[in-house]
């Protein structure tokens, strides 16, 4: 029998890296068994809600707290004065700016929290919030950055704009910083002796992470023991860890940080809310467990928005085409108060990934920062920071240039790609692309939608439009993008000081089963799936066998937590890293179950076997419990390994995708006939879970470019606040998505991945966006702002006289 | 979002729902699906201190074809209009309508009843009750009385229903011709952007009477009298077309909000109102 059991058996058996494992998180998700933040409850526990400001700008007169107390079960109600004594009642953002915890003297955006209500039940909380009394006087709005450059309205009264802010000097009392990378003069030079120059201005809309889960906390403080344990909708635990330390005083041993299931992050739960520090303050105040857990709308109107990029561009190039240089310039909304999730160096993050997968030249990027009345936030959502503004940018640009050059934008990207022996390519602006293969990965794509044959159908259309056979437009929207994700080299990317690597301490158990901890979190991804999958080759024990454990600060190791597509390129080369230290050992262990040299035995996918005798072999189970039952010279007993790694370098995937659109000219409305995305992220996993992350990350491409976003009025209201009109995509709005691939590895990590779960979203919101902007080309169009609803694409329609 | 204290109360018949409202007066409010209602509080729109679910009482429940006549009970759920054959055999626009509302989890709980009573210009049915000219039941503490829809609604929110009043049921002739409910939205879940009900009659080629109603584009919905006037008589060509169109927008007042401007409203009116009575011309 045993003879009959091939080599392949053998790697099927470990569901190891490259096989469709079905994800084991969800037989709890899809019975409703997944434990989430809102689904812990304690003994005693209480409950925590905002009273919010209904204005964007106003200054608080008074606060009258009685009527609140007095309704039965409200234990108590804090305002910035109750948290002043303590230092909390303004707390530092990731940014290097300070934000109010509770609003202190003013309020600087709607939704802003004013006062916590601590009450037995969250009805009860509900209720006071209602009573609460505060008096407001309001102050003049600023919604619109270039307004506030110009404002003599102060925004932040707390700010001396004499002192610079954590990024350098401030020109204005609402300009919080200027950031600079390339070379200006020489960018301005090559434009001036350009043979064209096309230029762009875009704005990139507010929107939202909008996770299903909103985000919460639920803090325990311990009297007794002097132990604080908070569990919460953390993207990074560990940090919040030791921020929670550094601000509450608390030894950081004596705080246990635990993110349960999240039910997705997005960025949205990367930052640290006001929520989180009200639950420790109340709970720490009262000696009982309070959770705090906001609403749809709460979420939506205050906690951490993404873009708000009024983006200004110019590209030059030869007649023929070949790009010669880019400049661009961002006015970066950021709301009332800096609390970008950025690495500290970065305060635009990775904006100047924004020469995207061409070989330009020089290149120039400026970004300054205002403050407005808006909520504050600028996270990644579903992107490296930044790297979806900046790929949409380039990825217009192009377009644009290629409506100057009256030429195909797929022949004006090819010449430009960087090619395959440029890698490792310096781009203008400062990275090191690690690896690509840019032309390869385009033609794959054109080919199989036929371009060419797209293209004909167009020309064709627009004929038949003409001539009043029909009354829609064809689009097809191209793009071509590279990320860099996986932050990062710790020599220049740090959050709060804290150097970006990340972990994973693998214990192996006796019977060779085996628990991994990392110090990433999943939420929605599907680690516990992946990491075992990485695992089992590594160390060639089953996927099934491996447990992978995240989120828990007590138990797992440190780590910069998961945002930004760095799970895989950072934590999963950890894991990779930790299991070769296991199974170097168990090489020790295994030589010398088969009494011979160290040197002399192999591994074969489960087993160690004795070089050119493979019937004498120790599996790894039976290594594994030889490891804890024998005694070997020389070695410990046990088996584990942890390892922290600091990657040299970002990683870089990139993809090809193709939108093929119906746009109705007189409704608006948009109906996406093919959507083909071929992403190449280096190693692939597990191809299904890539399926997986590249379908939610679409989807949440074609939320943002046909409708998703947080508008305000000019009084500053938010007029998206719910989900009736912050657009979700539901499987009817969703088309069929056609998934490809080509794989060029990562030279320098060491499984090759790259990260995938965010490329489709930086490459899917260009892409649709695309698709509406060229069914207008033939019309006169060179640019339209997202996003393209249906009044907004009639308006268009109706500028270009298509109604006429 | 959640809502202020209140009252739960679930009679059996329809008395005792009456002596509630009765008691407590403008303080209570009947609950159907309360898919509608239950938002409104959660959110502190509506404060309703005495609830009252109309689930258990009898009676209120039912499709009838009956006589040339169609009879919905109030707390008929817009699931089972889109189920019932026979109500699709005698007035397939109601399905076709019901089926562009909202979604299937929205619809097992709607009512018909809720949809017209509420009085939100959003809602689909009222103006799919003007075009068919139906009638609303109204049962109050002096008996049934008798209000066409066409005469029901008179603001936002506003009805000519007393609160001391219950909906019981609809009805209407049985329509003849041609039907279509076009509807443009923005998303699977959300309201009209415009919405227009048509019913034709064809008669050796020509049109020989028609209705037309406009949904979301008022603060109630519009019957518009002449825009259906405008068809009768002609083949329903461009030119009748352009009138029905001219008539209609003389009769609607869109505002502004997240789904575009006025003039876009207007627009996208006519078109809809195009499609709806093209389609409703091809079947009739
Ligand atoms: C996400 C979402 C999307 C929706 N989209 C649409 C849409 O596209 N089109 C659409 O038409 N509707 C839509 N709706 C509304 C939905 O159809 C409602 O269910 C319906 O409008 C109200 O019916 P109900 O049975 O739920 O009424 P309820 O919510 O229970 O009641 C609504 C109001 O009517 C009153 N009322 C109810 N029944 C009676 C009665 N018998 N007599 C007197 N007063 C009564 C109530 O007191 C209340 O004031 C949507 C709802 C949701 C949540």
Redesign the interface.
């Known amino acids: 029998m045993k003879d009959d059991i091939t080599r392949e058996d053998r790697v099927d058996a470990l569901g190891g890296m490259g096989c469709k494992r079905k994800r084991v998180e969800d037989a709890r998700f899809t019975q409703g068994k997944g434990n989430y933040v809102d689904d812990i409850k304690l003994p005693g526990m209480l409950f925590g809600d905002f009273v919010r400001s209904p204005y964007a700008h106003a200054r608080i007169t008074s606060i009258n707290k009685e009527a609140a107390l007095a309704i039965d079960g409200v234990v108590a109600v804090l305002t910035a004065e109750d948290l002043a004594p303590l230092g909390l009642h303004w707390m530092p953002t990731l940014a290097g700016d300070k934000q109010m915890v509770l609003a202190d003297g003013k309020v600087l955006f709607q939704g802003q929290e004013v006062a916590f209500i601590v009450a037995k039940d969250?009805?009860v909380a509900?209720?006071a919030v209602?009573m609460l009394d505060v008096q407001y006087e309001e102050l003049p709005v600023i919604t619109d950055p270039y307004e506030a450059l110009q404002s003599d309205v102060v925004l932040r009264e707390d700010l001396d704009t004499n002192v610079p802010g954590a990024h350098g000097p401030r020109k204005h009392h609402n300009h919080i910083f200027t950031w600079e990378v390339g070379d200006e003069p020489a960018t301005n030079q090559v434009m001036d002796d350009a043979e064209v120059v096309a230029e762009e201005s875009m704005y990139y809309h507010r929107t939202h992470p909008c996770p299903l889960e909103t985000c919460g906390s639920v803090a325990s403080m311990d009297k007794i023991n002097g132990k604080l344990t908070l569990w919460g909708t953390f993207q990074a635990p560990h940090v919040v860890r030791t921020v929670a330390s550094m601000l509450s005083g608390i030894e950081e041993h004596n705080i246990r940080v635990v993110s349960p299931d999240i039910g997705g992050g997005f960025g949205n739960k990367v930052g640290v809310y006001p929520g989180y520090i009200c639950s420790i303050v109340a709970s720490i105040v009262t000696g009982k467990p309070v959770k705090w857990v906001e609403?749809?709308?709460e979420n939506l109107m205050s906690t951490a928005f993404a873009r708000d990029y009024w983006m200004k561009g110019k590209i030059s190039a030869t007649k023929d085409g070949k790009i010669t240089g880019l400049h661009c310039h961002v006015t970066a909304d950021h709301g009332a108060f800096d609390a970008c999730a950025d690495p500290t160096k970065f305060p635009a993050g990775f904006m100047n990934i924004c020469t995207g997968s061409y070989d330009i030249p020089v290149a120039y990027l400026g970004v300054d920062g205002v403050y407005t009345n808006k909520a504050p936030g600028g996270v990644s959502y579903r992107c490296s920071f930044r790297v979806t503004e900046a790929v949409y940018f380039i990825e217009r640009m192009i377009e644009v240039l290629a409506i100057k050059l009256n030429m195909d934008s797929a022949e004006l990207r090819r010449i430009n790609f960087i090619r395959k022996d440029q890698f490792p390519y310096k781009a203008a602006l400062g990275w090191e692309y690690d690896s690509g293969d840019y032309h390869t990965a385009w033609d794959k794509a054109l080919k199989a939608v036929d371009y060419d044959g797209l293209r004909a159908e167009q020309a064709q259309r627009v004929e038949d439009f003409k001539a009043g056979k029909t009354r829609k437009l064809m689009g097809v929207g191209l793009s071509f993008f590279t990320e860099i994700v996986g932050a990062g080299p710790v020599k220049n990317c740090d959050i709060l000081g804290m150097g970006m690597f990340d972990s994973c301490e693998i214990r192996i158990h006796p019977t060779g089963s085996a628990i991994a901890r990392l110090g990433t979190i999943s939420q929605g991804q599907g680690h516990a799936t992946t990491f075992a999958q990485i695992l089992a080759t590594e160390i060639g024990l089953p996927a099934d066998s491996i447990t992978i454990e995240e989120g828990d600060t007590d138990t797992a190791p440190y780590g910069l937590g998961t945002y930004g597509s760095r799970s895989t390129p950072v934590a999963g080369a950890a894991t990779a890293l930790a299991g070769r230290k296991i199974r170097a050992k168990a090489q020790m262990i295994a030589a010398y179950l088969l009494e011979v040299h160290d040197s002399d035995v192999e591994f074969d996918v489960d087993r160690f076997t004795v070089k050119g005798a493979p019937e004498k072999f120790k599996t790894m189970k039976e290594i594994a419990y030889a490891a804890y039952n024998q005694a070997i010279p020389g070695l410990e007993p046990g088996l584990e390994a942890v390892s922290y790694y600091d990657p040299p370098n970002m990683t870089y995937p990139f993809g090809a995708y193709v939108c093929v659109m119906d746009v109705d000219v007189?409704?608006?409305?948009t109906d996406i006939r093919r959507f083909y995305a071929l992403d190449d992220c280096g190693t692939r996993i597990n191809p299904m879970i890539i399926d997986g992350q590249i379908h939610g990350g679409l989807t949440e491409a074609l939320a943002v470019a046909l409708?998703q976003e947080i508008?305000y009025d000019k009084q500053g209201n938010v007029?998206?606040g719910t989900l009736?009109?912050f657009?979700l995509?539901?499987a009817?709005?969703v088309p069929n998505y056609e998934t490809d691939f080509t794989v060029t590895p990562s030279p320098h990590h060491p499984i090759g991945a790259k990260g995938v779960g965010e490329s489709p979203h930086v490459g899917g919101v260009p892409c649709f966006s695309n698709a509406v902007n060229d069914a207008f080309r033939a019309f006169g169009l060179t640019h339209t702002n997202m996003p393209h609803?249906?009044?907004r694409i009639?308006?268009t329609a109706n500028a270009l006289g298509l109604?006429d | 979002?959640?809502p202020?204290?209140f009252e739960y109360y679930r009679p059996t018949d329809m008395d005792g729902v009456l002596a509630i409202l009765a008691e407590h007066g403008d303080d209570a409010r009947v609950l159907a699906g309360g898919h509608s209602l239950i938002p409104m509080m959660k959110l502190?729109m509506a404060e309703v201190p005495h609830l009252i679910d109309l689930q258990d009482v009898g009676g209120l429940k039912g499709i009838t074809v009956e006589g040339g006549t169609i009879r919905l009970g109030a707390m008929t759920t817009q699931t089972e209009i889109i189920g019932s054959d026979t109500l699709t055999a005698a007035a397939p626009i109601l399905r076709e309508a019901s089926l562009q509302i909202a979604?299937p989890q929205v619809r097992y709980m709607g009512t018909i009843g809720g949809n017209v009573a509420n009085g939100d210009p959003g809602n689909d049915m009222p103006g799919l009750m003007q075009c068919l000219d139906a009638t609303f039941h109204l049962i109050g503490p002096d008996g049934t009385r008798y209000v066409a829809a066409r005469d029901f609604y008179e603001a936002a929110y506003m009805t000519d229903r007393e609160d001391d009043e219950v909906l019981t049921a609809v009805s209407f002739d049985q329509p003849v011709g041609g039907y279509a409910y076009e509807k443009?939205k923005?998303?699977?879940?959300?309201?009209a952007?415009a919405a227009a009900a048509v019913q034709i009659v064809k008669e050796g080629g020509k049109c020989t009477s028609a209705s037309i109603a406009m949904t979301n584009l008022s603060d109630t919905p519009i019957y518009s009298q002449e825009a259906g006037a405008a068809l009768v008589g002609t083949v329903v060509d461009d030119a009748a077309m352009d009138a029905a169109v001219a008539a209609m927008l003389g009769d609607i007042d869109p505002t502004e909000d997240?789904?575009?401007?006025i003039e876009?409203k207007r627009?996208?009116a006519s078109?809809?109102l195009r499609r709806a009575i093209a389609r409703a011309w091809s079947r009739a």
């Open positions: 969250r009805y509900a209720d209602e609403d749809r709308m007189d409704t608006g409305v409708g508008a007029k998206t009736m009109d657009f995509p539901t009817w709005e609803d249906h009044w009639w308006k109604h | 979002m959640i202020a204290a502190r979604d443009q923005r998303k699977i879940g959300d309201y952007t997240n789904r575009g401007p876009f627009h996208v078109l809809i």
